[in-house]
């Protein structure tokens, strides 16, 4: 474990130039943070504009920038229950709201309380049981029990006080976690805020930070309750992201190597023994207990043994101190004494072997990389991805979490509005309109990417209407429209050559569809799709790329979302997409997953099969039976060669009637027959085949 000087300060080193390879440096961190906030923006807008009385925070590495890509780190998210007052002093009870008193007593783990439900029209405890989410203790008090929230979180899986959600498109899973917000810093963490290391750290200023936070309590017990369905663990999250926001990026390091031994060794193969959050302590701990000059690149490997000798210390006591509520043990009943020899015995066998062992480490090549940076294999001799790859891979992922973020919103929004009352959507873009104006930066970029979506189904609607009543478009529906142009690469654009398609302007419909053919082969474009699990797209070295040197606008050009038309916009759409509108039989109903199938009474199609058959119509139209033949030619290779698109079967669909329409019955019948292998229920080839085979059967 000891060796000289020099060689510890090359070993900190080669340590910190392979994490600054794999992703862990200070532009990297700053960018995932940046993009996780922006995450979190936009989910706050959407909150707020279908008037939910919930509050998003996203949490723990990911938003941190605490991770790689080999660690595979979930997105933690809190979702805020606002509706309810939770309070320590009788002086913060209000009136009218839903009160709840935070009791921490000889009956409550450290870190945890009861929630005494209180009366609503004067300060006074409720002496009855309302319903079954409250027990009556032996006190006489009303508390509120924590299992109220279980399975409370949409399309999830219960998971202890979470429910995890598994990425939907193979990109990051996300913890969720339901609470209470509490407005005041917790009582039982008061002395943290007079407490001074010897390294000055946190600072006042943090500390500042912190009291006006508050904190919030968290639906789970201790494991070692006596009352397990009755407490709820105080939560200082948004402190401790305060914290780790202001790391200087060798703590940063410190921990992600931290967590790369801990998923190595202390917990192989899947297993919790040791939580990443008891590491985080662990290292505030020590940074709390150095001197700040210590934390230097150079010093990295004698930090990192520190922390560990911390976790050993830890585990052999059985006890691992919250970090700002000292009396909260985050060890308490996990280690049976078996497992705590095991794990004594694996951190000290780490530290009498610890080169050796980093050697070791395969997530993310880190042992590969060490070897080559310290000589003792030739360059060359493992192949691994370079640095600038890596950095690319980054940005992809970060892109296009934000894109399917962007696109699940704007489903949030459609579903969640009575988009049949005009004045609603308006009222609720005039909300929007107000985070650009008034927001700060993350708001108004947030706008950005938001906006352009529903305008454009704003203004598709209002399109349907007059389109309804005159055939003709409203000029109130084409600023709309156009103010939505520049959302993606081609799915609002698409939308506006619909409607001038279904109005006869087949002169304005076919120009707008050239010219955004040419911008889609300009880039290179990855179709968006965020209606069903689909597995996640096959991205292009040359996507990459783009997505590595460009700023995170270049999501509007590289891009192209699913073209999702909802019933109020029903006279916008060709008949032949219409039939996507009402797919399902009645038996159908029945086997409808509330969650993933909240699509399939739209009509939705990729945006490039939809561009070529809307270019096979319009020829059509415009007798140039050419180009019209070309169209088609297209709209079938795309079919068969994109493995990206996300309704192959809708597009089957569309491509089976192009056949009718050309006279080819039996090549529609295997459209149809295919679009059913894609997806069985829910499919309007069902329909198309009937009306086939009965034409077919009447010509006879």
Not at 83 to 109: F, P, R, V
Not at 425 to 430: L, S, V, Y
Not at 607 to 616: A, H
């Amino acid at each position: 474990m000891f060796q000289e000087p020099y060689y510890i300060e090359n070993l900190s080193l080669m340590l910190s130039e392979v994490l600054d390879d794999i992703g862990v440096n200070e532009r990297m961190v700053m960018r995932r943070r940046r993009h996780l906030m922006l995450r979190d923006t936009m989910d706050n807008i959407i909150l707020r504009l279908t008037d939910k009385n919930i509050t998003c925070y996203i949490l723990g590495s990911q938003s941190e920038g605490t991770t790689t890509i080999g660690l595979h780190s979930d997105v933690d998210e809190l979702f805020c229950l606002n509706a309810a007052n939770i309070i320590q002093d009788w002086s913060e009870w209000e009136h009218g709201k839903l009160n709840y008193l935070m009791i921490q007593d000889e009956n409550t783990t450290p870190g945890y309380c009861f929630l005494q439900l209180l009366r609503n029209d004067e300060p006074l405890p409720v002496t009855y049981i309302p319903n079954e989410r409250y027990i009556t203790d032996k006190s006489g008090r009303i508390l509120l029990k924590n299992t109220i929230y279980n399975g409370a979180i949409q399309g999830a899986t219960d998971h202890g006080p979470s429910n995890a959600l598994q990425g939907r498109h193979g990109f990051f899973d996300t913890d969720t976690v339901p609470a209470f917000s509490c407005k005041s810093w917790p009582h039982s963490a008061s002395n943290w805020l007079e407490r001074q290391g010897i390294g000055r750290w946190p600072t006042q200023d943090m500390k500042r930070y912190a009291a006006s936070t508050g904190c919030f309590v968290v639906p789970t017990g201790s494991k070692v309750s006596e009352y397990p369905e009755l407490e709820w663990r105080i939560s200082t999250s948004l402190t401790e992201r305060c914290l780790m926001f202001n790391l200087n990026i060798t703590q940063i390091r410190c921990y992600v190597l931290l967590k790369m031994i801990l998923k190595s060794f202390l917990n192989p193969q899947g297993t919790i023994n040791i939580s990443s959050f008891m590491c985080k302590t662990v290292l505030l701990h020590c940074i709390e207990n150095t001197e700040s000059s210590i934390w230097k690149e150079n010093n990295l490997f004698i930090c990192l043994t520190y922390c560990l000798l911390e976790l050993h210390s830890c585990v052999q006591n059985d006890r691992c101190s919250h970090f700002i509520i000292r009396e909260n043990n985050l060890m308490a009943g996990q280690f049976t004494a078996e497992k705590k020899h095991e794990l004594s015995k694996n951190i000290s066998d780490f530290l009498q072997n610890d080169r050796q062992m980093l050697l070791r480490i395969d997530i993310d090549d880190l042992g590969y990389r060490l070897q080559v940076k310290l000589n003792m294999v030739p360059h060359g001799a493992y192949y691994y991805q370079s640095s600038l790859a890596i950095h690319d891979i980054y940005m992809t992922l970060n892109y296009l979490n934000i894109a399917y973020k962007i696109r699940e919103t704007h489903h949030f929004v459609l579903k969640h509005l009575h988009t049949k009352n005009i004045r609603t959507m308006k009222h609720c873009i005039g909300k929007l309109i107000t985070f650009n104006v008034n927001g700060n930066r993350l708001e108004q970029a947030a706008f950005k990417f938001l906006a352009p979506f529903i305008f454009t189904t704003y203004g598709s609607i209002l399109a349907s209407f007059s389109i309804g009543e005159n055939n003709q478009v409203s000029p109130q529906a084409l600023v709309w429209l156009s103010a939505g142009l520049n959302s993606d690469i081609s799915s609002s654009r698409l939308k506006l050559a619909s409607v001038f398609y279904s109005t006869g302007d087949m002169e304005k419909a076919e120009l707008i569809l050239k010219h955004t053919e040419q911008q889609y082969y300009s880039y290179p474009v990855l179709p968006i799709c965020s209606c069903w699990g689909k597995p996640p797209p096959a991205v292009t070295a040359e996507f990459e790329r783009v997505c590595g040197e460009q700023s995170e606008d270049c999501i509007k050009h590289i891009t192209a979302f699913c073209v999702r038309f909802i019933q109020e916009e029903i006279n916008c759409v060709p008949h032949e997409l219409q039939y996507e509108m009402f797919r399902s039989t009645q038996d159908d109903m029945i086997h409808r997953d509330q969650y993933e199938d909240n699509w399939v009474d739209c009509a939705v199609i990729d945006s490039l099969p939809f561009l070529y058959f809307l270019q096979y119509k319009i020829y059509s139209h415009l007798q140039r039976h050419q180009d019209q033949q070309q169209a088609l030619s297209k709209l079938t290779r795309t079919i068969v060669t994109d493995k990206n698109l996300g309704h192959r079967e809708t597009a089957l669909n569309i491509l089976g009637q192009c056949m009718e329409q050309e006279n080819r019955p039996q090549q529609a019948l295997n459209c149809y027959l295919l679009s059913l292998q894609q997806m069985a229920r829910n499919n309007a080839a069902n329909f198309h085949i009937c009306k086939l085979l009965s034409g077919v059967l009447a010509g006879q």
